[in-house]
């Protein structure tokens, strides 16, 4: 079993920061990739920034605002979040690829609004 427990959205003004943290636990064996994809409302999921491999993927919009960061010794998985605009206001899920395959988060609200 293997769980992911998110924290640290929230509501936050335009140009703001935060950072969402993930833990991971259970039983978790060769990681092939962890990181954060996000939902906004009427929108198909999209990826937002992962750890695949030894490198790493972000999305166009998040390029050059947020910033991923992994602790391998306690499998949680970061993401700091700066310069926020109300576009990037959805739904955000920790994702985690091990050998038997994908979990996810539950989710956690970020709103970014004045």
């Known amino acids: 079993q293997v769980q992911l427990v998110e924290s640290g959205g929230g509501l936050v003004q335009p140009g703001g920061s935060l950072t969402l943290s993930c833990a991971a636990s259970g039983n978790i064996f060769g990681i092939n990739a962890m990181g954060w994809y996000r939902q906004a409302p009427g929108n198909e999921r999209e990826l937002v920034a992962m750890?695949?491999?030894?490198?790493?993927k972000y999305s166009d919009s998040a390029k050059g605002r947020f910033t991923i960061a992994r602790d391998n010794g306690k499998n949680t998985v970061s993401l700091q979040m700066n310069s926020l605009k109300p576009e990037d206001t959805a739904v955000y899920y920790c994702y985690l690829l091990l050998r038997q395959g994908p979990f996810w988060g539950q989710g956690t609200q970020v709103t970014v609004s004045s």
């Open positions: 750890f695949i491999g030894n490198g790493i």
